[in-house]
């Protein structure tokens, strides 16, 4: 053979080349598609408007270059900002929301490219994706403005290039390919400046490095690019303290200092929220954290999860077990040590990356059953029909509550508390879904641009020092402030609190919104933000009514309670507005249903407990229930009918006579109630009301 032809030998391309290039264009396609298709539906739901919760700060940030709270979220507010840039249409919370769609698409083809790197079968890897999509809280982000779709795309990638190291050999060195490896330390920093979560995700990728291949530590050079790949992704935190300097308008702790830049990258103001505070805790977690699975994959999908484990665990396939394993359990210790009571028990979006990785579990049981089914192809048709339907329940689940597409609720909310303002006035606001929505609008949208809105809160910092005149210079509240004055009162005013002068008569009430829009409309999903939302919209409705038109505030509260059943807080504050009106048995009510919610120290301006309140108000109940049997003989009594405005005005007068002023007051009330055509009950949850919220109606913007 002539040494030309031995080159040309050589320069031949092996057999399987082609056969690994149609591969490669096979799995590309399967991925764009699924991922594609999923991006289509997020894009048919996305959130037109600004979202409620730390979707208008978030997006603030993003927009002006600002710090949002801990951790401060640097690469999402950058790349963010970099995306504003780039779609230039739209508003600005819309462009937010089509970010989050487009990074949860790529997180779902990643998802089928890393099915495929696990050596499942096509139809699985169609499986897997379809599970990632639609599963609950990963779809729950993918069409709102948040972090954790960037943090999935982060993770998926992470995942991807560290199978494609565990399944890779350098032929002349005798060890996997290290690029890939550095690569992924690098993807895992840049996410933990995206979320901290992947702080946690890089640890277990690190210790599942070290147990594939123990040669590593004796390779320090290689050990620390991986070391100083992922140092480098984590500089966009940089970002902090250098923009911190320039003084933005949202500057979240003023991390300029290295104590301060600490304490927002650890979130160390965010640490005394956690609910767990003792080991007995840590069971009902567990339990929450497991029944999430059924939840989120339905328990067929559970059920494939679960074989997939077993499966997974046996020699062939221990790997994958140990990394999917690892980032369960590493999941769960971060979210059981730091996370709150709705952190844990309401919403589970700290707990996606636990759910990408049962995906793949899931996806390794259906094939374990396709493989075991091989031979018969009525199984295996059936096998993969029942494994089709569990993406499909959870997409036809899933569409009513999370097609945002005519969700305006938030910003409505916000818009009607600036309109209600004076020229001038200065809001300080609070409450992270009343404040952030508010930063939005206003920062952002340029909304009612001469209000001075105070960003009461921000980074635990107090509300500072005022010196203003009430009657020339308007100040409101968004909440109650936690201070009282000799001379200057708050007066509910609508959705806002105004200072006035203690002897000013009452101010008087403007134009008050009936509804917001969407409120009473089914086609709007309503989640639990949102439903503690309108809940203050109404609450703060019926506190207006108080002193004014008690039927009419009665039913206010009846709807904050309708609307935020899980409000631990909201149920607390009407015990005490039942309270101070002479209502101990409806106060009593209020109060055990925020104890059955929260039976810890609720989130109010001075953190209580509402089962104290309940221990302080069941003798005041006993008493007036033995008072009122010890007038029910009186003559001024008898003949009256039970429960009528004539009876609970003569028994106000009986109460009054013996010093009871303020149960007199709660008799007084009841019978304004009663003649309104609200039939008695002490139900905080009555839904027999005088008043009838008004029919949904469409705003046209």
């Avoid at 004796?218 to 970002?239: D, W």
């Avoid at 301006?605 to 109940?621: M, T």
Wanted: glycine residues 8%; charged residues 20%; neutral net charge.
């Amino acid at each position: 053979m002539s040494a030309g032809e031995r080159g040309a030998l050589e320069a031949a391309p092996s057999p399987a080349a082609p056969a690994a290039a149609e591969t490669h264009r096979q799995n590309t396609l399967a991925a764009l598609i699924v991922g594609g298709l999923a991006g289509g539906i997020y894009a048919l739901g996305l959130c037109p408007t600004i979202y409620v919760g730390d979707s208008g700060e978030l997006v603030a940030a993003a927009a002006t270059l600002g710090i949002p709270h801990p951790s401060g979220y640097p690469l999402y507010v950058l790349l963010g900002k970099l995306w504003i840039l780039l779609v230039p249409f739209g508003s600005v919370a819309w462009t937010m929301s089509l970010f989050s769609a487009v990074c949860a698409a790529l997180a779902v083809s990643l998802a089928v490219l890393v099915a495929r790197r696990l050596e499942l079968r096509h139809e699985v890897t169609w499986f897997v994706g379809a599970l990632v999509a639609f599963g609950p809280s990963f779809w729950s982000q993918a069409n709102i403005q948040r972090v954790y779709a960037l943090n999935a795309l982060a993770m998926m990638l992470a995942l991807w290039l560290l199978i494609r190291w565990r399944q890779s050999r350098d032929p002349e060195r005798g060890h996997r390919v290290i690029g890939f490896l550095v690569a992924a330390a690098w993807i895992i920093g840049l996410g933990a400046s995206n979320h901290t979560i992947m702080g946690i995700f890089g640890f277990v990728v690190g210790v599942f490095a070290v147990l594939s291949e123990p040669s590593l530590l004796r390779r320090p050079r290689h050990f620390a690019a991986c070391v100083g790949a992922g140092i480098a992704g984590l500089l966009p935190y940089l970002y902090l303290p250098l923009r911190s300097r320039q003084q933005p308008r949202l500057d979240w702790g003023d991390p300029e200092t290295w104590e301060s830049f600490r304490a927002v990258v650890t979130r160390e103001n965010f640490w005394d929220r956690a609910w767990n505070e003792s080991p007995a805790d840590w069971w009902p977690i567990v339990v929450d954290y497991v029944r999430g699975f059924g939840e989120e994959l339905t328990w067929a999908g559970a059920g494939l999860m679960v074989i997939g484990l077993v499966a997974a665990a046996r020699q062939r396939r221990r790997w994958p077990w140990l990394l999917f394993v690892g980032v369960m359990a590493a999941n769960l210790w971060a979210i059981g040590a730091h996370g709150s009571r709705s952190d844990l028990f309401i919403w589970h979006r700290y707990t996606i990356p636990s759910y990408l990785a049962a995906a793949f579990l899931a996806g390794i049981g259906l094939q374990t059953i396709l493989d075991r089914w091989t031979g018969t192809d009525r199984r295996r048709w059936i096998a993969l029909g029942l494994a089709a339907s569990v993406p499909l329940m959870l997409l036809v689940d899933g569409w009513p509550k999370f097609d945002r597409s005519q969700y305006r609720l938030a910003e409505d909310f916000g818009r009607q508390v600036l309109a209600s303002l004076p020229p001038g006035a200065r809001l300080a606001a609070s409450d992270d879904s009343v404040l952030f929505v508010l930063i939005y609008l206003h920062l952002v949208e340029g909304v009612r641009p001469d209000v001075d809105l105070i960003l009461q809160g921000i980074g635990g910092a107090d509300l500072p020092t005022l010196r203003f005149d009430p009657d020339d210079e308007p100040l409101f509240f968004t909440h109650t402030p936690n201070w009282s004055h000799p001379q200057i009162a708050v007066e509910p005013v609508g959705l806002t609190f105004r200072t006035v002068r203690r002897d000013a008569p009452p101010q008087p009430l403007g134009h008050l919104p009936t509804a917001l829009d969407g409120e009473y409309d089914p086609t709007v999903p309503k989640d639990y933000l949102t439903r503690n939302l309108l809940g203050h919209f109404r609450s703060m409705l019926g506190i207006t009514f108080e002193r004014r038109d008690w039927p009419r505030a009665r039913a206010e509260f009846v709807a904050a309670a309708e609307h935020a059943t899980e409000n631990d807080v909201l149920f607390y504050n009407l015990g005490l507005i039942y309270r101070r009106n002479g209502m101990p048995r409806r106060a009593l009510a209020a109060y055990q249903r925020s104890v059955e919610i929260n039976p810890r120290r609720i989130a109010t301006n001075k953190p209580a407990r509402a089962s104290e309140r309940v221990i302080d108000l069941r003798p005041e109940v006993e008493r007036l229930a033995a008072l009122e049997a010890q007038l029910a003989s009186d003559p001024t009594l008898i003949g009256l009918v039970e429960g009528s405005p004539q009876r609970l005005r003569a028994l106000a007068h009986l109460l009054a006579a013996r010093g009871e002023t303020a149960l007199a007051q709660g008799r007084l009330l009841l019978a304004e109630e009663v003649e309104a055509g609200r039939p008695l009950s002490f139900n905080v949850l009555d839904k027999d009301s005088a008043w009838t919220p008004p029919s949904p109606r469409r705003i046209v913007r």
